[in-house]
């Protein structure tokens, strides 16, 4: 069975800083590309960073400069960085593991970004 767990979520004021993390299970970290989505309240959920298992890695333009997503092959985890926050951050966060037309997703993460 296939279990992608987030963590790392909350409040911060904006200008801050908060790390996500994604642990994966079974043997899709090394064959499925691992990404971060996030989905705002009343909008649709758009791609945030993805990761490759060679660490091809494509950000938004809302995030680049500001977010870093990275992987940890030996503990199944993706990370995702995310520097100088803005209120408009503001989503809850789900981890993706997508290979071709499949995708499996966490139960995702609230980040706030509040002052």
């Known amino acids: 069975q296939v279990q992608l767990v987030e963590s790392g979520g909350g409040l911060v004021q904006p200008g801050g800083s908060l790390r996500l993390s994604c642990v994966a299970s079974?043997?899709?970290?090394?064959?499925?590309?691992m990404g971060w989505y996030r989905q705002a309240p009343g909008k649709q959920r758009v791609l945030a960073a993805t990761?490759?298992?060679?660490?091809?890695?494509n950000y938004a333009d809302s995030v680049k400069g500001r977010f870093t997503i990275s992987r940890d092959n030996a503990k199944n985890t993706v990370y995702l960085q995310m520097n100088s926050l803005k209120p408009e951050d503001t989503a809850v966060y789900y981890c993706?593991?997508?290979?071709?037309?499949?995708?499996?997703w966490g139960q995702g993460t609230q980040v706030t970004v509040s002052s």
């Open positions: 993706s593991a997508k290979r071709g037309f499949g995708s499996y």
């Open positions: 079974g043997s899709i970290f090394r064959t499925h590309v």
């Open positions: 990761i490759t298992s060679g660490d091809k890695i």
